[in-house]
């Protein structure tokens, strides 16, 4: 299958301080990339659906300020967490579109602690 | 709305046993219906991928089978191995690009 690689798969960083998580598509383009946060225990939540070449479109209560992100070409989209605090300390995955079977990829998945 | 439902939410088995996860969801219409699996602590691999227009997939000891009228798919696994042990995630994509999952079921087979 497709493979979407996901980097780092852990960072820790001091509160106050932004966090940049990148989402690569290896072999095939990805028009459409999406961000999730997963708690402990906890299914998937959507965060945002990025678009190559425009702006992202975020769920309902995510703060688009906090949660920058950028999908800049066609096989790379960030999640930059700016002004991280404690309570922003999730594992953050990406997922993207194989556009000819329609198949959804995940990438690895990015642990993030927050001190 | 599209709702995805996931029985059982655990599910605890021996080795060597055949074993069948139910999904349901509340709208007919989709585009295609995935299984994942996800291991503690890792991003979801992708385990099947059923169009629509389909009725069944099959990955080695692994198959999936979708009824779009009753709103039903099944992954079936055969044989079941102590490295099977993971959660098992059912999503719909209803059309457009965002897909709805399921809670998943745990699954853990004893060696």
């Known amino acids: 299958g497709a493979v979407v690689s996901q980097h780092p798969s852990w960072v820790i960083c001091k509160s106050g301080t932004s966090v940049k998580i990148e989402c690569r598509s290896l072999d095939f383009q990805a028009t459409t990339m999406f961000w999730y946060r997963q708690f402990p225990k906890q299914s998937l939540m959507l965060m945002a659906t990025s678009n190559e070449g425009s702006k992202a479109t975020y769920e309902q209560g995510v703060e688009k300020d906090k949660f920058l992100i950028n999908h800049a070409s066609l096989t790379l989209s960030t999640l930059t967490v700016t002004s991280a605090h404690p309570e922003d300390s999730s594992f953050y995955i990406c997922?993207?579109?194989?556009?000819?079977?329609?198949?959804?990829?995940f990438g690895e998945g990015s642990r993030l602690t927050v001190l | 709305k599209q709702e995805v439902t996931q029985i059982p939410a655990a599910l605890s088995v021996p080795e060597g046993e055949n074993l069948v996860l139910n999904c349901s969801f509340t709208?007919?219409?989709?585009?295609?219906l995935q299984w994942f699996r996800q291991d503690p602590g890792k991003g979801l691999t992708s385990l099947l991928l059923?169009?629509?227009?389909?009725r069944e997939q099959t990955s080695g000891r692994l198959n999936a089978s979708l009824d779009k009228s009753s709103g039903r798919s099944t992954l079936y696994i055969a044989a079941s191995q102590p490295g099977d042990s993971a959660t098992y995630l059912c999503a719909v994509r209803p059309g457009g690009f965002k897909t709805i999952f399921g809670a998943g079921t745990r699954l853990f087979v004893k060696a």
């Open positions: 059923i169009q629509s227009s389909q």
């Open positions: 997922s993207a579109i194989e556009t000819s079977a329609g198949e959804l990829f």
């Open positions: 709208d007919s219409a989709i585009y295609n």
